[in-house]
Nanobody, 123 residues
């Protein structure tokens, strides 16, 4: 059974930065295509970024390019989401997803999801 665990969320002031991490167990990490989604209160879950199993190329949605970066370290079995210049609109629960199809991950249909980590940006 595959488990996905996120960490690194918390409270940050507007303009600040956070780095989220995600690890998996139950299957070789390097075989997973992975992504980050987020869900703000009252809104649908949305894609933030995705990355294929090899770790390249990374994909970040246009509205977050330049502020967010996704990376995958297969040696450390860890997926990262670096977030900078945070604002109140970034307040959400952030979810890590792992799957066997990059397209499925991007479409929100990856097989394995974490429980999410809360990011709160105070103004």
């Amino acid at each position: 059974q595959v488990h996905v665990v996120e960490s690194g969320g918390g409270l940050v002031q507007a303009g600040g930065s956070l780095r989220l991490s995600c690890s998996t167990s139950g299957r070789t990490f390097s075989t997973f295509d992975m992504g980050w989604f987020r869900q703000a209160p009252g809104k649908d879950r949305e894609l933030v970024a995705a990355i294929p199993h090899s770790g390249t190329p990374a994909y970040v949605v246009d509205s977050m390019k330049g502020r967010f970066n996704i990376s995958k370290n297969n040696d450390k079995n860890t997926l990262y989401l670096e977030m900078t210049s945070l604002n109140s609109d970034d307040t959400a629960v952030y979810y890590c997803v792992a799957g066997t199809s990059f397209t499925a991950v991007v479409m929100g249909r990856g097989e394995h999801w974490g429980q999410g980590t809360q990011v709160t940006v105070s103004s």
